[in-house]
């Protein structure tokens, strides 16, 4: 499967965005979705992810609250609404794949599809 994300900016402290991930090819089979971020100098982590069905979702503590991830099936596509952003918040986001569909991974090596990246600058 190849991912696509979409959806960065540049947006001030306090606004939103919304990026969204699409898949394409190997969508007939199921997937866990996430999103990963990576700030200059530092290592790529964990942001939110849900499993296929979207029934279960999860986050990083410093986005609880914040960013809520959603899944539209029928459109192969993963979001994630990201409201109250803050500078630290600046990254590249990735999207990621991975076929073990049922619970939500944060480790980043269990994910076997990535998508390219998509740059979000919050400014102060």
């Known amino acids: 499967v190849q991912l696509q994300a979409s959806g960065g900016g540049l947006v001030q402290a306090g606004g939103s965005l919304r990026l969204t991930c699409a898949a394409f090819g190997g969508t007939s089979s199921k997937y866990a979705v996430a999103w990963f971020r990576q700030a200059p100098g530092k290592e790529r982590q964990f942001v939110a992810g849900?499993?296929?069905?979207?029934?279960?979702?999860d986050y990083a503590d410093s986005v609880k609250g914040r960013f809520a991830i959603s899944r539209d099936i029928a459109k192969n596509t993963v979001n994630l609404q990201m409201n109250s952003l803050e500078p630290e918040d600046t990254a590249v986001y990735y999207c990621a794949a991975t076929a073990t569909f049922y619970i939500v991974q944060t480790a980043e090596i269990q994910y076997n599809y990535w998508g390219q990246g998509t740059l979000v600058t919050v400014s102060s």
């Open positions: 849900t499993t296929w069905s979207g029934l279960s979702t």
